[in-house]
C-alpha cells in the first residue's frame, strides 16, 4: 500500500522556522517527483515547492521564493521542505505529493497522483 506522511508542523512565531517531512512507504520515491501545496482556510490548494525526481532541478512559488527550500534524500525515502522567515500568511495545511510523469517537476496538482494527509502550519504574528 502507498503512503506519504506529512510531518513537523506545528505553530511558530513570525520569523520562525519550521521543517516538514515526508516520508514514503510502498513506492520507491527516487522514480517520483516531488512537491509541496498548501491550503489555508477558504482557500484553493496552491502551489509552494517541487523537485524532480534526481533532485537536480527545483521550482518554488514567488511567494516563497528565498525562504523555503525543497529537497529530497531518495535513500531514506523522504522529502523535505525547510520553510524560513515565516509569516502568518503561511498559515495552511501544507500537503506533500508525488508523481510518475516525467520530466517533471510540476507546479500544478492534477499532475501528482499520491497526496499526504496534510500537516498544519500556523503562523502567529
Known amino acids: 500500500q502507498v503512503q506519504l506522511v506529512d510531518s513537523g508542523g506545528g505553530l511558530v512565531q513570525a520569523g520562525g522556522s519550521l521543517s516538514l517531512s515526508c516520508a514514503a512507504s510502498?513506492?520507491?520515491?527516487?522514480?517520483?517527483?516531488m512537491g509541496w501545496f498548501r491550503q489555508a482556510p477558504g482557500k484553493e490548494r496552491e502551489f509552494v515547492a517541487a523537485?524532480?525526481?534526481?533532485?537536480?532541478?527545483?521550482y518554488s512559488a514567488d511567494s516563497v521564493k528565498g525562504r523555503f527550500a525543497i529537497s529530497r534524500d531518495n535513500a531514506k525515502n523522504t522529502a523535505y521542505l525547510q520553510m524560513n522567515s515565516l509569516k502568518p500568511a503561511d498559515t495552511a495545511v501544507y500537503y506533500c505529493?508525488?508523481?510518475?510523469?516525467?520530466?517533471?517537476?510540476?507546479?500544478?496538482?492534477?499532475?501528482?497522483?499520491?497526496w499526504g494527509q496534510g500537516t498544519q502550519v500556523t503562523v502567529s504574528s
Open positions: 510502498g513506492l520507491t520515491l527516487s522514480t517520483y517527483s
Open positions: 505529493a508525488a508523481s510518475t510523469s516525467r520530466p517533471g517537476p510540476f507546479t500544478w496538482a492534477s499532475m501528482y497522483y499520491y
Open positions: 523537485i524532480s525526481w534526481s533532485g537536480d532541478t527545483t
